[in-house]
């Protein structure tokens, strides 16, 4: 390509860029429209709610199904993703509670949900993202539900017993781990590897085969592990890209998870409930009588009315010995006519049966 040809698409680039850039404060300005129209309409007392999932879900899908390329349909949605953020941290600025610290997979997680114009904050516990939701010091909190090698996150299912929580969103992520090591690690001397019990455990195979004799340490988050390695000679960490980076540890191995597809499921969990967008999930708890052929009393009527189960969880009840309580996710919306049936019929059987949330199926 001659300097001329370069020079003459740099042009174009910079006139486009200009063009984007109009179009994009146009957009934000909308966005201050929104936000003044919202809250004008408000009965007295009444909280103006800023925050629009469904929407959201809308326009990325509306973006993927217009896009023709060359930039594929997640990397346009992700561009028009961290647009709307912006837009919408000019009506309110969300504030996050994730699993923390610094790093973790929920903080990606988080940030590809909500994108990155929100207040986020880490906090050290599952159980401390309910509360901080709980007592209103944030918009929302988002935690691991689930893992497809190593299952269900049964801290974040317990602690759905103990919260009153609305889910309003799902998030799935590809999680690959790396093993990573500081500056000053012998790496010939290694004799401990730190990471979160899930990563090691969705490691298994691959540890057995190269480092059977060594110590595996259990701590509470793989960002805390890779914390741990920088000031230690003689230890690695399994963390993601994220965690590496904050930490600037270098990877000795990469992508060591034992499945290819390894991958972890979020739930945005807040005070908010989300009206029908067409392509939604439902999550619930229900629990049952301690009688033969309770579970399938409870199954039958999905059955009957062709309702996708995506998941059924089971977890103590925590009210009583050897009494169970049933994590269920399923296809539509609870304001669904045929769902609604559907968890009448239940709840007849049931001793009780509460809906956690409906809310869009992830569109990233
Ligand atoms: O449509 C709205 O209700 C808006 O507030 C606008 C907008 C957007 O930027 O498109 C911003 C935030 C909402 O979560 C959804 C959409």
Known sequence: MSEQELKALRVRIDSLD???????????????????????????????VFYRPEREAAVLKRVMERNKGPLGNEEMARLFREIMSSCLALEEPLKIAYLGPEGTFTQAAAMKHFGHAVISRPMAAIDEVFREVAAGAVNFGVVPVENSTEGA???????????????????????????????????????????????????????????????????????EAAKRVKGEWNSAAI??????????????????????DNSTRFLMIGNQEVPPTGDDKTSII????????????????????GIDLTRIETRPSRSGKWTYVFFIDFVGHHRDPLIKAVLEKISQEAVALKVLGSYPKAVL
Not at 199 to 204: E, H, I, T
Not at 243 to 257: Q, S
Not at 294 to 303: G, I, K, N, R, S
């Open 239 to 260: 963390a993601g890209d994220m965690a590496a980076n904050l930490y600037g540890l270098t990877r000795l191995a990469e992508k060591i998870e034992d499945r290819p």
């Open 18 to 48: 200009e063009k984007i850039l109009e179009l994009i404060s146009d957009r934000a300005r909308c966005a201050e429209e929104v936000a003044r129209v919202k809250t004008a309409s408000l009965a007295e007392g009444e909280k103006p």
């Open 153 to 223: 996150v049964s801290h974040t299912l317990d602690s759905f017993l103990e919260h009153d929580m609305v889910i309003c969103g799902e998030v799935e992520l590809r999680i690959h781990h790396h093993l990573l090591v500081g500056e000053n690690t012998k790496t010939d001397s290694i004799t401990r590897i730190y990471s979160h019990a899930q990563s090691l455990a969705q490691c298994r195979k691959w540890l057995d085969a190269h480092y059977p004799n060594v110590e595996r340490v259990a701590v509470s988050s793989n960002a």
């Open 286 to 305: 229900v629990s049952m009588s301690n009688k033969p052929g309770a579970l399938h009393e409870l199954l039958v009527p999905f059955h009957d009315n």
